[in-house]
């Protein structure tokens, strides 16, 4: 490097303060796959240097129930989990264990719902061959507790016109209600899907390519090609991030209501005054949606 120009040592600088933010980010993107929190300050961390010690958050599946999903508006069988609170130094547990809550994640839409262990009268340990099988087995008082739940969807599927607007509003809300605190869970945490990975993965070769590129056309323009390719390379990495949450909530977000709302042969007023009531009641989906995204599944 003795020989490296200024702009040179600029790039490499740039280059490993890159490739920092890239293992903060993949590290960051492993605990949002194994912790699952939908809480947005799930996580906590030592203040002085947060990946050496402090609590985290650790999941463990139980095995499965049954039980009433708002987004398949029917009940389907859960993968029921526990998540707990733990310390940790370097990564490693230490101290008491404190079971905080249980969710059970839809294996049919898999959207995770807070749940209680004590409502299950047994948590099976593999997926019963139907729903009404591991229905009877995990929830046998399901006629009971469920009851007027599927009443209403009985309504629904009859005469949806016979809701009153009181049950319409509750039934518009419930979805978005659902889905609001995985939507919490992902915008708290830096986004990583895909194209991100694939940004990456170009922020490394590009510089390289370019270089070479450059080179070939003039020997004395390598530099500058190193150049372009790292702020080529920066550019697509920030890019790609900016839209990850979007791209998420079309994928993932957006399917789920429009299959949820469907029945209810919802409007786009009635949508604006559900998302107007997330805003003021601070869910990020009340922000982060947008009328259109719903529109241009049913379309
Ligand atoms: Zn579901």
């Known amino acids: 490097m003795q020989n490296a120009t200024p702009a040179a040592l600029a790039c490499a600088a740039a280059a490993d303060r890159l490739l920092q933010l890239v293992a903060i980010t993949a590290a960051r993107g492993d605990r949002r796959i194994t912790h699952t929190s939908r809480e947005p300050a799930a996580y906590e961390e030592g203040t002085a240097m947060p990946l050496v010690w402090g609590r985290k958050w650790t999941t463990r599946k139980l095995g499965f129930v049954a039980d009433f999903c708002e987004i398949c508006r029917r009940p389907q069988p859960f993968a029921l989990e526990r998540r707990s609170l733990v310390g940790h130094v370097g990564r490693l547990p230490i101290g008491a264990t404190h079971v905080v809550r249980h969710q059970g994640r839809c294996t049919r839409c898999s959207t995770e719902m807070a749940t209680e262990h004590l409502r299950y009268a047994q948590v099976a340990r593999h997926k019963a061959a139907s729903t009404h099988e591991l229905l009877a087995a995990t929830l046998p008082d399901h006629e009971q507790v469920l009851q007027q739940r599927l009443a209403v969807e009985r309504v629904v599927r009859d005469d949806v016109d016979a809701l009153s607007p009181a049950a319409r509003r509750d039934l518009l809300a419930r979805p978005f209600v659902a889905l609001s605190p995985m939507v919490d869970q992902r915008f708290s945490t830096l986004p990583v899907d895909a194209w991100v990975g694939a940004a990456m993965l170009a922020f490394l070769a590009l510089p390289a390519l370019a270089r070479a590129a450059c080179r070939w056309v003039s020997p004395d323009s390598a530099q500058l ?75």
């Open 225 to 299: 090609g190193l150049l372009c390719g790292l702020a080529l390379g920066l550019a697509l990495v920030a890019w790609t991030a900016v839209g990850a949450r979007r791209r998420w909530i079309r994928r993932f977000v957006a399917p789920r209501l429009t299959g949820s709302l469907g029945p209810l042969c919802v409007s786009s007023a009635e949508i604006e005054v559900v998302l107007g009531e997330l805003r003021l009641q601070r869910h990020k989906l009340g922000s982060v949606l947008r009328v259109s995204d719903l529109q241009r599944r049913r379309a």
